[in-house]
């Protein structure tokens, strides 16, 4: 899959895919647009139509820049939760910070340019692995997740989205994994969710699993209430890794 994607002027409906994927695969995410902006926090503010850059990061933060000078016009840190909604007919990035509470909403009027990059830091990631390491890990350790497990198809391309792991049980069951290197939170359990959803409309028996080093409460309570499981695996020690062969799913 390319580590970068971007389209001028998307349709609403290109531009919900785009901004859904790189929130839900750790990606960069970088808008060109008209939008106005709400701050509700340890203030208010408001900040009325323009031409800005948005940015938001894996990590959470997001970042609203002018035509001028060197720090944001508004921001939010790290740890923020951020997501994507359609409120009458306007889309609208939230970014919500729990503590202190902090939130932070653009309204999309004019969309430019939209693109994602799924950039890897070495530098930033010298002792932990990235998602793609993490797959090969499982498809040459497969009872990671459990024994009897049988990797058959990474990054499987399905109506919703690219599923990072199809295998299947020992007892023959479709397996859907979602890995995340760090703590998973509620957005994936919900990628997963949706991707077993799919998934079920032409299979039975399906079951998903959410492979991550830790999750948060939240998304623990919401795989419990979803049929959904977990496995903790910790992200591989950055090492080169051989490649494996893929089968055939079906």
């Known amino acids: 899959m390319s580590k970068v994607e971007a389209v001028q002027n998307p349709p609403r409906g290109e531009l919900l895919r785009i901004v859904d994927s790189a929130l839900s695969s750790e990606a960069i995410l970088t808008i060109f647009a ?3 902006v709400h701050y509700d ?6 900040l ?3 031409d800005r850059v948005i940015i938001i990061k894996p990590d959470g933060a997001f970042l609203i820049h002018q035509s001028r000078k060197r720090e944001p016009v508004n921001w939010q840190p790290p740890g923020s939760f951020v997501t994507v909604e359609e409120r009458d007919g306007v889309i609208i990035l939230r970014s919500v910070r729990r503590k202190p509470k902090e939130i932070l909403e653009v309204e999309l009027e004019e969309v430019y340019l939209v693109s994602l990059f799924k950039a890897e830091d ?3 990631l010298a002792l932990t692995g990235s998602e793609a390491e993490m797959a090969e890990m499982i498809f040459r350790n497969p009872e990671l997740i459990e024994p009897g497990f049988k990797p058959l198809f990474r990054e ?3 109506g919703h989205g690219i599923v990072d792991i ?3 049980d020992r007892d023959g069951n479709l397996v859907v994994l979602e890995l995340k ?3 998973a939170d509620l957005h994936a359990v919900s990628q997963l969710k949706r991707y077993v959803e799919a998934l079920e409309k032409e299979h039975e028996n399906i079951r998903g699993i959410l492979v991550a080093p830790s999750l948060t409460s939240g998304a623990k309570k919401l795989l419990e209430k979803e049929g959904l499981e977990f496995r903790r695996v910790q992200p ?3 090492e080169k890794l051989g490649k494996s062969r893929q089968k055939t799913l079906f």
Do not use: T
């Not at 926090?41 to 408001?46: I, L, M, P, Q, V």
């Open 156 to 158: 499987k391309q399905i």
């Open 166 to 168: 199809l295998g299947r």
């Open 48 to 50: 009325g139509s323009g």
């Open 34 to 36: 008209r939008c106005r």
């Open 41 to 46: 926090g340890r203030a208010k503010s408001e």
């Open 181 to 183: 290197r760090r703590k």
């Open 122 to 124: 070495y530098e930033e």
């Open 236 to 238: 591989p020690k950055r």
